[in-house]
């Protein structure tokens, strides 16, 4: 099974990141999320409105974590075409970007914190955008702080989207990314009491622990993949190479009475039989 697969376990992981990444979302959309309830007019804070922004809020952040997913998957794309072996490259650089998240969330390593100043160039560019469309009084304008807010430069986002850079498909990227955004929503939604307890759990060390070893555990797996699948391209390659004639390595076969191959259908069916008998 390709663990860059759209196919439920590549997407249930994805989701599973998005859950256990929940204590660094706290941090990042917490504050936000808090300033945008208080920006709304207190004679305009019904539940009902509230919900409604920041339901909005969230499924514009995730929108635009999909579409950073496609455009990175593109890069992907063309790069394969490109560059042969970048896709070998890629897979490797997926599955270091997903063991740097796993160090950060169990806080062992903060070196995660280093990339996020890759995106610190954009960010200052496009987050001005974003304060024009405060105070939030309505939906879509909501959405289009979310979809805004969602390019904020996280360590994170940026391993998931270096797993969507060697997926190289922008649809499954799209999902992947999409699954990740859905699985920080209970930590981003929760309020009150349930907020609390929620954080407590997320924050706690065994839980950290565990979802690091859970995401180091995928990363070692798609390290292993790959393994696996260049070590049956070389069987393979080397297989083909046979075919294209008589084998090129193993014992010499010297089969009587062929000198001439095309001398009889017999003469080549016991050839084949002799050949089969070394190819693994």
Partial sequence: MDPTDLSLPP???????????GAHCIGMCGGIMSALTFAVPPSMRQPSRLAGLLLGYNLGRISSYMIAGALVALLGSVLNHALDGIALVLRILAA???ILMALYI??????LLRVEALGRFLWRRIEPVGRRLI????VPQAFALGSIWGWMPCGLI???L????????P?????????????????VLATGVAARRVSLWIRHPATRTMAALLIIAFAIWQLWHLQSMTGMDDIAGGMTSSHHGWPLRGPSVTIAGCADP?????????GARGASSWIV
Avoid: H, N, Q
Avoid at 135 to 138: E, F, G, L, S
């Fill in 162 to 169: 270096a797993w969507s850079l060697a997926v190289a498909e």
């Fill in 135 to 138: 105070p939030v009084v309505k």
């Fill in 106 to 111: 169990a806080d062992w390593w903060k070196g």
């Fill in 11 to 21: 997407l249930a992981a994805a989701f599973v990141f998005g859950l256990l990444g």
């Fill in 96 to 98: 270091v970007m997903l």
């Fill in 262 to 270: 095309s001398a009889s259908i017999s003469c080549l069916r016991l």
């Fill in 171 to 187: 649809l499954r990227a799209a999902a992947m990314m999409g699954a990740f955004g859905f699985g920080t929503l209970p930590v």
């Fill in 158 to 160: 940026y391993s998931m």
